[in-house]
């Protein structure tokens, strides 16, 4: 069997069912999209129902709350944050290395309160909502009020992070700064803070190095997020999944057809001779020349109820055709077996073609597509 009559066939058996493929691809499609959206939806569902579980002590917490906490830190992470670094030295000289007690220590409810009164920011609101979507304080992350320390310098900058805009951190900041040098915090009482910068709206933290700060890229990892790039991309994979899969089962359902419509349908030998012909454009006289050549061959030509006017031409001017080879009156040196699309049986071409091999007989195959 030729290869280029495989691969024109195949072409000829996508173009005839190009509709069946299309709509089974658009089905597949709408599948894949509608599987992705779905399983959006559920993922988003859940870490929802984890995040309200696991923050939710004394209440339970509606999807609602939390969406409202994932925008508002959005919009915080968002602006600039307010920064001043210091270092504090006790009478001993020894430099004061844990910063992340500060941090704690601002965060306690009264000095957040004073915090609040002093600067006019609603810090509360931004903790509560780190802590409604699951960003508790730990080693790893410090929050929106972060005092991170050098360990190379021992300097320690304190990172604001919790308003709505630059100019709100920076309040919080100076508070935060006027706080220090007021001698409130307790346990700063044997030390001496030296302030090496005061509050000033910009990042001054390598944040590649203290990914303990929150950033805008913070959120990410948290909530599920479903872009319509993300769409179009799986969209895309269903077309191909959808072309793929539409044309396998079409492909898979042909073989059960007991007709004969493509040249993969059946077999024939190397040295047989087969040919496509368009019924509707063939040229039947030198068709027919083809078929008688050499002239003093004695053949046999087989057709199964054939209604073709090709081949009745050629029974009534040349040889008489017959439904099958065995009817033949002499052995045959050239046989020819002629089959048409949607009409010849494949069982009824698999008999004559071993019968064909009986014969020491050139055989001609005329497929009529």
């Not at 209604?307 to 065995?326: G, K």
Request: charged fraction near 20%.
């Amino acid at each position: 069997m030729s290869l280029l009559t495989i691969i024109a066939e195949l072409w000829r058996f996508f173009i005839k069912n190009i509709v069946k493929i299309i709509i089974g691809t658009i089905i597949v499609m709408a599948i894949t999209i509608g599987a992705r959206v779905l399983l959006s939806s559920y993922i988003e569902n859940t870490a929802v129902e984890s995040v309200t579980s696991e923050t939710a002590v004394n209440e339970t917490l509606t999807p609602e709350e939390i969406e409202a906490s994932y925008d508002l830190l959005g919009t915080v992470y968002d602006q600039e944050p307010a920064e001043f670094s210091f270092i504090a030295v006790n009478q001993d000289g020894m430099i004061l290395g844990n910063s992340f007690i500060l941090d704690e220590y601002l965060s306690r409810p009264d000095v957040l309160a004073e915090l609040e009164e002093t600067s006019g920011v609603d810090i509360s609101a931004t903790l509560q909502a780190q802590a409604n979507v699951g960003l508790e304080k730990t080693r790893d992350f410090r929050g929106g009020l972060a005092a991170v320390r050098n360990s190379s310098t021992d300097e320690i900058t304190l990172r604001v992070l919790v308003g709505q805009t630059a100019e709100e951190n920076l309040a919080v900041a100076e508070a935060i700064y006027q706080y220090l040098q007021d001698g409130k915090v307790p346990f700063y009482e044997n030390y001496e803070l030296t302030f090496l910068s005061t509050p000033e709206i910009g990042e001054d933290l390598v944040l590649a190095d203290n990914p303990m700060v929150p950033t805008p890229g913070t959120l990410s990892g948290l909530q599920p997020q479903q872009s319509g790039g993300s769409l179009v991309f799986y969209g895309v994979l269903g077309a191909v999944l959808g072309v793929i899969l539409s044309t396998a089962i079409l492909f898979a359902l042909h073989f059960f057809s007991k007709k004969i419509t493509y040249a993969y349908d059946y077999a024939w030998d190397f040295d047989d001779y087969q040919i496509l012909v368009d019924g509707k454009k063939v040229d039947a006289e030198a068709l027919h020349n083809w078929l008688l050549i050499p002239a003093e061959k004695t053949r046999v030509a087989v057709a199964q109820n054939s209604t073709n006017e090709v081949i009745q031409s050629f029974a009534s001017q040349h040889l008489p055709v017959a439904n099958n080879i065995s009817a033949a009156t002499e052995t045959p040196e050239e046989i020819i077996i002629f089959i048409e699309s949607g009409q010849t049986d494949k069982d009824w071409y698999k008999q004559q073609f071993e019968l064909s091999k009986l014969y020491e007989a050139r055989l001609k195959i005329v497929h009529f597509k």
